[in-house]
């Protein structure tokens, strides 16, 4: 199986992630960005199973987000590219991530 993609942007959320953890459990924070990965790599064989995110931007058309399992504080969004993914972010579920996917302007449909 081959590893799935992540963005720039998705690679300094994972980097962030590991070094906040790791301040008081490196340990810990392996697990988590093992988990991360590890969901990633299995949505490239089936990357419908996400939730879309509907009425976003244009440039977030197709854009789906998974809980990550065991670690339910995270979410890991994505769109479905060629015969696999594109993690674009991952993001703490208590951030507000509507703003990093904005809403569609009602003026441009």
Request: charged content about 30%.
């Amino acid at each position: 199986m081959s590893r799935a993609c992540f963005s720039p942007r998705a690679q300094r959320d994972l980097e962030d992630i590991w070094r906040f953890i790791a301040n008081d459990n490196p340990a810990a924070a392996e697990t988590v960005r093992g988990a991360i990965l590890d969901l990633a790599d299995r949505l490239q064989t089936n990357p419908e199973v996400g939730c879309m995110i509907r009425g976003t931007a244009k440039r977030h058309d197709n854009i789906r987000w998974v809980v990550i399992p065991r670690f339910r504080n995270y979410l890991l969004f994505y769109r479905p590219f060629r015969a696999g993914i594109v993690v674009v972010r991952v993001l703490h579920a208590a951030r507000d991530w509507t703003r990093f996917f904005p809403r569609r302007d009602s003026r441009s449909q």
